[in-house]
Every structure is written in structure tokens, then in C-alpha cells.
């Protein structure tokens, strides 16, 4: 039996503006992202660059850490983004 995964991720412009989504599938939504195919906020403020994320087995563990990274007081966002990672610029090559 195939393992479902699950993934919550934040997304960002340039300008440093954040977008925090979750997703079945984290390579077709980036490329959604990267393509802008929904209006929305991560459209207008061109959201298409993967900064972070995180794999889970289980929907309803990535909907609630897609919910608490959402908070405005969550840290999250600013720590994923300040941080210095390897893969800062091309963290879906962890995807593979």
C-alpha cells in the first residue's frame, strides 16, 4: 500500500511577502505557484519561491501546523525565512 504524504510549506516573493499553504502534492502546487494559475494573494504578491517545508503521514498533523504557522504571532515564518539552510533557494531538490 502506497504512503499518503502530506506537506505544509511557505512560499515567498522577493519582496520577502510570506504565503503558508499545505498540500497533497508539493511539486504540482509550487508549480502552480511558479506559474500563478489561481488569483489570490500568492499571485498578487508573487509567492512562487519555496523557502520551507514540512513532510507529514498523517492530514490532519500538516493542516494544523498550516493553521498554527498562519498565526500572527507564529515564528515560524520569520525563523524558516532567516535561516540560513542549504536548500534555502531550492528546497524542493529535498523533495525528491
Known amino acids: 500500500m502506497k504512503e ?4 505544509t510549506y511557505i512560499v515567498a516573493s522577493r519582496s ?3 504565503y503558508v499553504g499545505f498540500t497533497g502534492d508539493m511539486m504540482f502546487r509550487i508549480k502552480q505557484h511558479k506559474e ?5 494573494y500568492s499571485k498578487q504578491y508573487n509567492c512562487n ?14 493542516i494544523a501546523r498550516e493553521k498554527a504557522a498562519q498565526r500572527p504571532d507564529a515564528l515560524q515564518k520569520d525563523r524558516a525565512h532567516q535561516t ?10 529535498r523533495l525528491g
Do not use: M
Open 4 to 7: 499518503h504524504l502530506y506537506y
Open 16 to 18: 520577502l511577502n510570506l
Open 36 to 40: 500563478g494559475a489561481y488569483e489570490g
Open 49 to 62: 519561491r519555496l523557502v520551507w517545508f514540512e513532510r507529514y503521514g498523517d492530514v490532519h498533523l500538516a
Open 84 to 93: 540560513r539552510q542549504p536548500y534555502l533557494d531550492r528546497p524542493e531538490r
